[in-house]
Nanobody, 119 residues
């Protein structure tokens, strides 16, 4: 089994910063991509940022220049550093990882962490 555990959510005023962290554990042979999605009330889950073991990084247009994703391959962790937060960034943020487990690539998700940005 593989587990993803997130931390670092909370309440912050607009313009503030937060850092989310995610750690993957379990019987992990290899991880390819790790990233973050978010889901606001009444909306679909959307990609925030993703980074691969090959060094490719993609961001949603709405967070470019404000958010930075940092992956530590040796520790199987991924951070999301969020600056200049806006009320529209309010959502539950989910960590995800593409993991080689039991001879197959599988997608795993964390339980989610709430980020609330007040105006």
């Amino acid at each position: 089994q593989v587990q993803l555990v997130e931390s670092g959510g909370g309440l912050v005023q607009a313009g503030g910063s937060l850092r989310l962290s995610c750690a993957a554990s379990g019987k992990i042979f290899r991880i390819n991509a790790m990233g973050w999605y978010r889901q606001a009330p009444g909306k679909q889950r959307e990609l925030v940022a993703v980074t691969t073991s090959g060094g490719t990084t993609n961001y949603a247009d709405s967070v470019k220049g404000r958010f930075t994703i940092v992956k530590d391959g040796a520790k199987n962790t991924v951070d999301l550093r969020m600056n200049s937060l806006k009320p529209e960034d309010t959502a539950v943020y989910y960590c995800t990882a593409e993991v080689l487990y039991d001879a197959a690539w599988r997608d795993y998700w964390g339980q989610g962490t709430q980020v609330t940005v007040s105006s």
